[in-house]
């Protein structure tokens, strides 16, 4: 019988999932490698070590796929989006990856930003690349790489320029985490486009390599990857691989899209009018607006290639979401880890549904606690070096009744709803007229929280909906089976069931739609001052009381 495996080499861990010609899922497995935050705003990863990670997996679930009579026909890769891997001549990779949430580039990012508009025109950003030069792209990481080397050539001996520029003067192009797996199996270097659209390199209307913005650069000596359609196949899997890890030489290797993109399709989001929340390390919301580019004149929100060929999504991301409960949990939360460790003596048992069981005893606004989740800079505020912060704690919270750090938990569960609603906002404002915001439906780890999928409807005004798939493995394997042609994209996307919708609760919306529009919204710009006496207002309205009321009567 015939498996497909869908593969997300993420910021933690490389998951894959397979399934059935029935889109049935079959096996999982799951590998964790290490993330290494040498300063603060810096996040890396080594390669070698991603490599390693995603070997494991797939000889976990391939072994366990044989024991189950199945064999693995396709692969599909996906990964966390804009990481940058540079390879030297003979792709072997250099250096760490500099990754998604990585702000050091900021100053090279602006700076690019300014040459590009200088040479190319002030329109070059909105109408050829129709992103921003953001700093944690793959494109600001290559220049900030190339200016270590200029300031080393210069007689600079920083540790940083050192390190750099022995990496540059051996680099011949670049990839993301999914590609240098596809590239391990097959031998062949290549990049979705979806890939390419997260550069900041790419001309997305014309779908080629912008070479007139490598040069002005001046990293055109990098050779970019070939582009390939997502669904496509790139090529097999090679003798020594398969034989390393289970696999069957000649399996076919799929093109697949980044970790949001691929989460799409696992909640069967394909057409205008529809929208995803991703909620993971990150919270994404991803919209498909057809085949053409729909820019934010502002670019606070990205456009990509999507999982259906030659059809685009606009995207709005947060990029600290999920690492705000872990920032709790791991510096504030200890006793939950304890806790949660004890009860899985006997029942497994996550600290996050402790954390989020907490959260429900805080009244809706965390009695005047607001959390800005920029923990890693945001892409929307154009802040990559960016940090969070709780407002508005007050020595209530030392009093029994007030259920103290429930507060500041419920703090980061809103503040992230908060933010991710101001993309939200964004792309409703870019769509057609006619065509409203149908539904929402939301994907990853967050998702499996009922409390905190209800909050997002709450907060966002619209129906939210949970679905069979919960990753965007489950998406990329849906893909692997469309390379190999056991179903069209659209039949794909067909097996994604909905699972529970969330409406909006009227008391609550109608509360956190005054906390958002005179609170929350704008806040990073606004003085503590204006911050305190906002949150003061909202808890002194009448909409607050008829909430507090309402959560009162549902705890």
Not at 123 to 128: E, M, R, T, Y
Not at 357 to 372: C, Q, T
Request: charged share 25%; proline share 5%.
């Amino acid at each position: 019988m015939d498996a497909y495996l869908g593969v997300d080499v993420g910021t933690q861990s490389v998951k894959g999932r397979a399934i059935d010609g029935d889109g049935k899922l079959i096996s999982e497995a799951s590998t964790e490698y290490p993330l290494y935050i040498p300063r603060p705003g810096w996040t890396e990863q080594d390669p070698r070590e991603m490599l390693e990670a995603a070997k494991m997996t797939i000889s976990t679930i391939s072994r366990d796929l044989k024991e189950k009579g199945y064999r693995i026909k396709a692969l599909c890769f996906t990964g966390q989006m804009h990481t940058m891997i540079l390879l030297d001549e003979a792709h072997k990779p250099l250096g760490m990856a500099l990754l998604w949430n990585d702000g050091r580039a900021a100053r090279e990012a602006e700076e690019s930003a300014q040459i590009l508009k200088r040479e190319l025109g002030d329109n070059f950003l909105l109408d050829v690349i129709c992103n921003d030069f953001l700093a944690n792209w793959t494109g600001a990481h290559i220049v900030y790489v190339k200016k270590r080397h200029e300031e080393w050539k210069k007689g600079s001996r920083d540790v940083e320029d050192e390190r750099w520029a022995c990496v540059w003067e051996k680099a011949h192009t670049f990839l993301t985490p999914r590609d240098l797996i596809v590239l391990y199996l097959t031998g062949e270097l290549s990049m979705d486009f979806c890939g390419g659209s997260e550069t900041s390199l790419l001309d997305i209307p014309a779908k080629r390599w912008s070479q007139e913005a490598f040069r002005v650069l001046g990293i055109d000596k990098l050779i970019p990857p070939p582009l390939f359609e997502p669904g496509s196949v790139i090529g097999e899997v090679r003798r020594e691989a398969a034989q390393e890890m289970g696999l069957e030489e000649g399996a076919m290797v799929v093109a697949g899209a980044g970790d949001c993109l691929a989460g799409a399709l696992a909640g069967g989001v394909l057409d205008v009018g529809q929208m995803l929340f991703t909620l993971g390390t990150s919270g994404v919301a991803v919209a498909p607006i057809g085949d053409k580019p729909l820019v934010d004149p502002q670019l606070r929100t990205q456009v990509h290639f999507s999982t259906v060929p030659g059809k685009l999504v606009n995207m709005g991301t947060v990029n600290g979401a999920g690492i705000g409960l872990r920032f709790f949990r791991d510096v504030l939360g200890l006793e939950y880890k304890d806790l949660a460790d004890s009860l899985s003596r006997k029942i497994p048992t996550d600290p996050y549904d402790l954390l989020t069981k907490r959260a429900a005893m805080a009244p809706p606004g965390s009695n005047g606690v607001m959390f800005s989740p920029y923990l890693t800079g945001d892409r929307i505020l154009k802040s990559p070096q960016g940090r969070g912060a709780w407002y508005g704690i007050s020595a209530y919270l030392l009093e029994r009744e007030s259920n103290g750090d429930a507060n500041l938990i419920r703090a980061i569960l809103e503040g992230v709803c908060f933010a991710v609603r101001d993309a939200i906002e964004i792309i409703k404002g870019l769509l057609p007229e006619e065509i409203p915001l149908s539904e929402i439906r939301m994907v990853g780890g967050g998702a499996r929280s009922r409390f905190w999928v209800q909050l997002a409807a709450d907060v966002f005004g619209q129906r939210v909906c949970t679905t069979t798939a919960e990753d965007a493995s489950y998406g990329m394997a849906l893909l692997a089976g469309v390379g190999a042609g056991a179903f069209s994209i659209e039949e794909a996307a067909g097996k994604i069931k909905v699972v529970q919708v969330y409406e909006p609760r009227a008391p609550l919306q109608a509360f956190y739609e005054k906390l958002y529009k005179e609170a929350y919204k704008g806040h990073y710009d606004r003085s503590q001052r204006e911050i305190d006496e906002a949150i003061l207002s909202c808890l002194s309205s009448r909409e607050y009381k008829e909430a507090y009321e309402f959560w009162l009567k549902s705890t």
